[in-house]
């Protein structure tokens, strides 16, 4: 990369996080003011209030949210390594994890139409 384009990503913010922090702090070795992440504590808070404001019962988390998504993708028959690059998953094995839907013959993979 080069030292220009580099000097951009510094500067830029919107880059740096999907789930950025409103605060803005200093580097300590470089001075160069960043926006660091949320925790996952403070989106998994923010899931629990929205689910307990719904009415819903069931304990909801992010973690919850990624399984899902994770086990709808292989139900809709996207390949292992796509969903390995979606989640981030450095491992291939941490994405075989979701093929437990895919054990269960016919009943694994449901019509949409199912759910209307």
């Known amino acids: 990369m080069t030292d220009k384009l580099l000097s951009y990503f510094y500067k830029a913010f919107g880059w740096q996080y999907v789930f950025s922090s409103r605060n ?23 899931i629990k209030s929205s689910v307990y404001q ?14 899902s ?11 292992r390594r ?3 690059a979606l989640l981030g998953y450095a491992d291939l094995q ?10 269960r013959g016919g009943q694994g993979v449901k019509s949409p139409f199912d759910s209307l």
Not at 24 to 46: E, F, M, Q, Y
């Open 24 to 46: 803005v702090a200093l580097a300590p070795r470089s001075g160069i003011k960043r926006c660091h992440h949320v925790d996952t504590s403070v989106i998994n808070k923010a």
């Open 54 to 67: 719904c009415g819903i019962v069931k304990r909801v988390s992010a973690h919850k949210f990624q399984y």
């Open 69 to 79: 998504l994770a086990t709808h993708l292989l139900q809709t028959g996207m390949d």
């Open 82 to 84: 796509t969903i390995q």
């Open 94 to 103: 941490t994405t075989m994890i979701y093929t437990h839907v895919l054990r």
